[in-house]
């Protein structure tokens, strides 16, 4: 890959824009670089008047392996998390319904992207993880799109556990719409939702979308400042440096029992 290549490739058709993450050397994790052509990718949706709906997908076998670890370190800690929490609200606050589409791994930061969609289509290689815990960490800035949505007590079991689960489970908790068992049916899945979205105009689809998402914002106006201040304190933290070592050289963390 060269510098050149996008990390995200924007293609429009058919009213649809779509932001497809292509950085197969970290799964998709949320480089800095990532993250600033989603958003300009977002913004050129936002602003096109003939784009009636975002689908945000994947090439390979990860949607999004969330942070990248490789600049989880820096003079300010706290550049990291805000950065997720400006995507997320970016996402959030896109006048056009956005749509994850996905059929592969999500781990960490990637479920906020997820959680930050409208809809979430995943298909049957989908699976799911908030691995925080495991690395000294916590889902602290991709709860900010989550709680509002998730099922409270999955939210503790998926939280505290770092166990990974299915597409129909990521249904049934609330963190997906819908779960296919094919990839075409995949396919007659989001062209259902895309059909109707098409449908709308971009004024209903804009104020439907703010109400939908009254909850969510609500989330970030309140809790965005704490909680990126929770998550660089904890990637600072001698445990976390030690679970992200364990993370990269393919070792149990010190803690493991």
């Known amino acids: 890959m060269t ?21 197969p050397h970290n799964r998709n994790a ?7 052509e989603l958003h300009a990718g977002l913004a050129t949706a936002a602003a096109d008047p003939e784009v009636r709906a975002v689908v945000l997908g994947h090439t390979g076998k990860v949607f999004c392996a969330g ?19 400006e995507l997320q609200r970016a996402i959030v606050d896109c006048a056009k319904p956005v749509i994850a589409l996905i059929d592969g791994h999500v781990r960490a930061g990637g479920l906020g992207l997820v959680g930050a969609a409208d809809l979430a289509v995943a298909g049957p290689a989908s699976t799911f993880a908030f691995t925080e815990v495991r ?7 991709i709860s900010l ?3 509002p949505k998730l099922e409270p007590r999955a939210s503790s079991r998926y939280y505290l556990t770092g166990e990974v689960f299915d597409a129909a489970e990521a249904a049934r908790i609330g963190l997906i719409s819908s779960a296919t068992g094919s990839a075409e049916e ?6 259902g939702l895309l059909d109707a979205l098409r449908q709308g105009s971009p004024q209903g ?3 439907s979308k703010r109400l939908a ?6 989330s970030f106006t309140r809790d965005a400042d704490e909680l990126v201040e929770l998550s660089a304190r904890l990637f600072g933290s001698a445990e976390a440096q030690e679970g992200m070592r364990a993370f990269l050289e393919k070792r149990p963390a010190r803690w493991v029992r």
């Open 67 to 85: 942070a990248d670890l490789s600049e989880a370190t820096g003079a300010d800690p706290t550049v990291g998390p805000r950065g997720l929490v």
């Open 213 to 218: 998402n009254a909850d969510v914002v609500r």
């Open 30 to 36: 949320l480089s800095t670089r990532l993250m600033a």
């Open 3 to 23: 510098s050149a290549e996008p990390l995200v490739r924007v293609t429009t058709a058919d009213a649809v824009t779509t932001l497809t993450l292509d950085s």
């Open 186 to 191: 995949t396919g007659v899945v989001l062209k």
């Open 135 to 141: 690395l000294g960490l916590a889902p602290a800035v």
């Open 145 to 147: 799109p989550l709680r």
């Open 205 to 207: 689809l804009a104020e």
